[in-house]
């Protein structure tokens, strides 16, 4: 799937593809899956090193999204 089809799906739905499959986790969730893949006890209470982790991700998965989100539009605009 190229980036201009993945741009059209929602966020949700980018971060799936991302992580390579679904579970029922809202987006937080889902960055806390691509994060921590060995999973975590509880999510209230995550490990400072668990949850800066975490936090570091989120913001690289924000600028993929946004990278995609470009790319997707240059590809409009030059079709």
């Given at each position: 799937m190229n980036?201009?089809?993945?741009?059209?799906?929602a966020p949700t739905e980018?971060?799936?593809?991302r992580r390579g499959r679904d579970c029922n986790h809202a987006r937080p969730?889902?960055?806390l899956h691509i994060a921590l893949?060995?999973?975590w006890e509880n999510v209230w209470n995550l490990p400072s090193e668990d949850e800066q982790h975490a936090?570091?991700?989120l913001f690289?998965?924000?600028?993929g999204f946004i990278a995609d989100?470009?790319?997707?539009?240059?590809?409009r605009v030059s079709d």
């Open positions: 980036a201009g089809e993945e741009f059209q799906r980018w971060l799936v593809a969730g889902q960055v893949p060995d999973g936090i570091e991700v690289k998965l924000l600028d989100r470009e790319a997707a539009q240059g590809a």
